[in-house]
């Protein structure tokens, strides 16, 4: 017998439109861009040649360190919405500072930035009928930082939502049963190490982005304030819209919210 498609109801497939506005906007380089007033290509071409290199290093540490201070230890206590405001705040006193000293900065700015933007992630989690004590979730809220919306970088063959979750499909699913398994977090774990890698592939895009603008001379403390607040406010965004996407796949079956999604025009 074949088996019958529940159909997705007017007001959720409303909110399935509103995450995917969230989920494939222009990403954080357009939000900087018309912040500054000029392309971040610009920026972007200016950083130190080894930079790269660096930056990866770096951005892989800072999600390392934010899981296991941040979204690892979060207990399913709170009933309260999501704090953005005190989150964004806390990230613009971090991007002042990193504003402040440049480049160097950013080493000592990024773990805590991050943690404060896993912290409120993970809230955004919980806002939408997530339990934080679930590995599914608590690796869900780890999975936002590789979803950057458009991406000057981006070349077309990674960039969309459902894309980019199907690459870390199998690194998420990996990781949970060795979590499950063991009963505890692992940070050396090569099951974990390979998912954080892979999300910093594409978190390190964002990173670069961020400190490009920062790095222009005009801006400064001043500038990295109001880069992080955008730079919080972008993570945010794309936290509401994959929550409110996890969300509809368990009132409806994945594939059908997949399907929907993807007929969707914004």
């Not at 991050?114 to 955004?124: E, F, Q, Y």
């Not at 458009?150 to 998420?172: I, Q, W």
Request: aromatic share 6%; proline share 3%; charged share 25%.
């Amino acid at each position: 017998m074949k088996e019958t498609k529940i159909k997705i109801t007017k007001e959720d497939l409303k909110e399935l439109k509103i995450a995917k506005e969230l989920l494939e906007n222009p990403g954080l380089a357009a939000k900087i861009t018309n912040f500054i007033g000029k392309p971040i290509e610009n920026g972007l071409e200016k950083l130190p040649q080894k930079w790269s290199a660096k930056l990866g290093k770096i951005t892989k540490n800072s999600l390392l360190k934010a899981a296991d201070a941040a979204v690892f230890t979060m207990k399913n206590t709170s009933k309260k919405k999501s704090s953005n405001i005190f989150h964004t705040t806390a990230a613009a006193v971090t991007g002042g500072l990193g504003g402040f000293f440049g480049l160097p900065g950013l080493a000592i700015e990024l773990p805590i930035s991050t943690t404060i933007m896993l912290r409120s992630i993970a809230d955004i989690s919980r806002e939408h009928g997530e339990s934080i004590t679930s590995i599914e979730t608590k690796l869900a809220c780890l999975e936002v930082f590789a979803l950057g919306g458009n991406s000057t970088s981006d070349d077309g063959t990674e960039a969309g939502y459902f894309v980019v979750r199907a690459l870390l499909a199998k690194s998420v699913s990996e990781a949970a049963k060795f979590i499950v398994e063991k009963g505890v977090i692992e940070e050396s774990a090569p099951v974990l190490l390979r998912l954080i890698t892979k999300i910093a592939e594409r978190f390190s895009v964002q990173i670069s982005e961020k400190a490009a603008g920062q790095s222009i001379p005009i801006i400064g403390a001043a500038g990295g304030v109001l880069i992080n607040i955008m730079f919080m406010d972008h993570f945010q965004d794309m936290a509401k819209g994959h929550f409110i996407v996890r969300k509809l796949e368990r009132k409806y079956n994945p594939e059908t919210v997949k399907e929907t999604y993807n007929t969707i025009h914004i």
